[in-house]
């Protein structure tokens, strides 16, 4: 039994599997319903009991998305305050909500901008496009708005899944690839890109293109992602900068490694 303390009550001395920090609730089940396939209620009952979702329904994050990004950030420091940020695939507004308290940004000023064809909900701090990045005219659009060239590109795009798993992959490595060349385009010297990918193998010539431009190229699986998916996140740190630019300031040199074409809507 848990110690008592000075009030009386009891204290928990194991850290509780709920991660959202409250008590450990009890699994919901999901009933078995005429016209809901066994997929969509083993969906229904993961999201139902999943301590990230719950946890962000409690702190007001748009999306359990948000915590992979934290996670990310927390490990490897790629937002500081003062930075200037574009945020790939917004909706619904949970990386932008991270980015923008990381950076303390302000509703007067700005310094996160974002884009995605779905619409959502300000968050304040940010100023989101409702436009498809692939559109020609939305890198520079999101410069625009910016107002700079940034110090960090986040995607969390993924194409709209198709059920077939090979041609899922092909079609977000291709938003990847894209995001890819917008960051190394636009990105200030010594600045980060982070980007969604899956499991499968990034493409060698993206991974190739990234080692060159950057001094730190890897893949990442926060906690927050779920074990049994299979999204990673390409993280490249310390943007070399381009031919004209200034030095760029010295990072980490840590190697690509293994593990630690639709329009694209992200999820964070």
């Known amino acids: 039994m848990a110690p008592a303390a000075a009030d009386g009550t009891r204290r928990m001395t194991k850290k509780p599997v709920n991660k959202g920090g409250g008590?450990?609730?009890?699994?919901?089940?999901?009933?078995?319903?005429?016209?809901?396939?066994?997929?969509?209620?083993?969906?229904?009952?993961?999201?139902?009991?999943?301590?990230?979702?719950?946890?962000?329904?409690?702190?007001?994050?748009?999306?359990?998305?948000?915590?992979?990004?934290?996670?990310?950030?927390?490990?490897?420091?790629?937002?500081?305050?003062?930075?200037?940020?574009?945020?790939?695939?917004?909706?619904?507004?949970?990386?932008?909500q991270v980015a923008a308290e990381r950076v303390k940004a302000t509703p007067e000023r700005p310094r996160v901008a974002g884009i995605d064809y779905l619409g959502m909900d300000p968050v304040p701090g940010a100023v989101v496009l409702e436009m498809d990045f692939l559109d020609a005219d939305a890198p520079a659009r999101l410069v625009e708005t910016l107002g700079d060239a940034p110090d960090v590109v986040l995607s969390d795009m993924a194409a709209p899944t198709t059920g077939h798993r090979r041609t899922d992959h092909m079609r977000t490595m291709h938003l990847c690839e894209v995001a890819a060349d917008f960051a190394v385009s636009v990105l200030k010297p010594g600045g980060h890109f982070l980007a969604k990918t899956f499991q499968g193998g990034t493409e060698a010539g993206l991974l190739d293109m990234l080692k060159r431009n950057f001094r730190s190229v890897h893949h990442v699986k926060p906690p927050a992602s779920r074990g049994e998916s299979v999204e990673l996140y390409l993280l490249a740190k310390g943007f070399k900068g381009r031919v004209g630019d200034e030095a760029a300031e010295s990072g980490d040199s840590r190697p690509a490694g293994d593990e630690d074409t639709g329009s694209g809507s992200g999820e964070g």
Do not use: F
């Open 23 to 96: 008590a450990r609730a009890l699994k919901t089940r999901v009933k078995k319903k005429r016209g809901l396939k066994n997929s969509s209620r083993r969906w229904l009952e993961r999201h139902l009991n999943d301590p990230y979702v719950h946890r962000a329904q409690a702190e007001g994050m748009r999306s359990r998305a948000a915590y992979k990004l934290i996670e990310i950030d927390d490990r490897h420091k790629i937002l500081s305050p003062g930075m200037l940020v574009i945020d790939l695939g917004a909706a619904p507004g949970g990386w932008c």
